[in-house]
Nanobody, 123 residues
Framework: QVQLVESGGGLVQAGGSLRLSCAASGRTFCSSATSWFRQAPGKEREFVAAINFSGRSTYYADSVKGRFTIARDNAKNTVYLQMNSLKPEDTAVYYC????????????????WGQGTQVTVSS
């Protein structure tokens, strides 16, 4: 089981940027695909971005494509989510999740989750 801890959330004005980090413990993290999800109050958890174990393959939700970038540094056991041109509708708790095998955009495929980090974008 991989333990995950997110950080980097905060309050930012619309148009601003934040970089989230997902730090993992466990030697198997470098062989795990990782995804970011988010959940706004009263809404279902939604997929944001995914990256495979090597970092060579990524996938994004249409709502963030061109604004967000997912990357990983396996030497540091960390996955990042660079968020640019933030909008008020990006406000949510952001979670990272890890799984073995190919990456996924379905939250029920994941067994390892972080505690989440709050991102608030003001207009």
């Amino acid at each position: 089981q991989v333990q995950l801890v997110e950080s980097g959330g905060g309050l930012v004005q619309a148009g601003g940027s934040l970089r989230l980090s997902c730090a993992a413990s466990g030697r198997t993290f470098c062989s795990s695909a990782t995804s970011w999800f988010r959940q706004a109050p009263g809404k279902e958890r939604e997929f944001v971005a995914a990256i495979n174990f090597s970092g060579r393959s990524t996938y994004y939700a249409d709502s963030v494509k061109g604004r967000f970038t997912i990357a990983r540094d396996n030497a540091k056991n960390t996955v990042y989510l660079q968020m640019n041109s933030l909008k008020p509708e990006d406000t949510a708790v952001y979670y990272c999740a890890a799984k073995y095998g190919p990456y996924s955009y379905n939250y029920y495929d994941f067994s390892s989750w972080g505690q989440g980090t709050q991102v608030t974008v003001s207009s």
